[in-house]
């Protein structure tokens, strides 16, 4: 069993900035992807951005392109998303997800994690 927990959430205005941290506790020796995905009021759960540890390659909703950075700390076992230039609409609650091989599903899809925290609200406001 995998733990995560996500950090880093809070209230910032149009245009700021803020970075969430993901801890992962446990058996994370088997953890290959580790990614966020975002739930805003009333809409289903959507995928943000990921990355796959060993090889690097990240991937990125187009909603957040050039705004939204992914990237793994010094420990393997944490990611970051750094937003930057967040908007009214990047108001969510945020979720860390792992995935272990062998993959599900595309790593762009929740079917792909079956470790997931509890979340972190992110609001911005205009």
């Known amino acids: 069993q995998v733990q995560l927990v996500e950090s880093g959430g809070g209230l910032v205005q149009a245009g700021g900035s803020l970075r969430l941290s993901c801890a992962a506790s446990g058996r994370t020796f088997n953890t290959y992807v580790m990614g966020w995905f975002r739930q805003a009021p009333g809409k289903e759960r959507e995928f943000v951005a990921t990355m796959t540890l060993f090889s690097g390659p990240t991937y990125y909703a187009d909603s957040v392109k050039g705004r939204f950075t992914v990237s793994r700390g010094i420990e393997k076992d944490t990611i970051y998303l750094q937003m930057n230039n967040l908007k009214p609409e990047d108001t969510a609650v945020y979720y860390c997800?792992?995935?272990?091989?062998?993959?599900?599903?595309?790593?762009?899809?929740?079917?792909?994690?079956?470790?997931w925290g509890r979340g972190t609200q992110v609001t911005v406001s205009s």
């Open positions: 997800a792992a995935a272990e091989p062998p993959l599900r599903a595309p790593i762009q899809t929740e079917r792909a994690y079956a470790n």
